[in-house]
């Protein structure tokens, strides 16, 4: 019997999709975050100093973007789920990954 199959269904590119749009987010929460840290004045005479406060408004894009990072890994979740139909499909780690680290960080952000 001949395979009439031809590349991946809507699902799998929805998931793809997805997946490529976490790390994009990801991303940019690690630059936001190393944007908004205080600044560190090297290692001179001393021990070196920090100079400054957290950026709150920086910060507050953090959480929004973390916010979306979490929805939009619980929808592909769920994606993975609904097209886990052969024995080949698999639940995709990066998304996973991704809502328990954007999750952690949230989590961080609220109680630090």
């Known amino acids: 019997m001949q395979n009439k199959r031809r590349g991946p269904d809507f699902v799998i590119k929805v998931i793809n999709i997805l997946s490529g749009v976490s790390w ?14 205080p600044k560190f004045q090297g290692f001179g005479r001393g021990m070196g100093s920090i100079q400054g ?12 973007l973390l916010v979306l990072l ?5 929808v592909g979740i769920t994606f993975n789920f609904l097209r886990m139909k052969r024995k080949t499909d698999r639940i995709r780690a990066t998304l996973v990954l991704s809502g328990v680290l954007a999750l952690i960080g949230l989590l961080a952000l609220i109680f630090n």
């Open 24 to 37: 994009i987010i990801l991303f940019l929460v690690v630059v936001f975050i190393s944007m908004a840290k």
């Open 53 to 64: 406060t957290w950026d709150t408004s920086l910060l507050g894009i953090v959480a929004v």
């Open 70 to 74: 979490i929805a939009l890994s619980a």
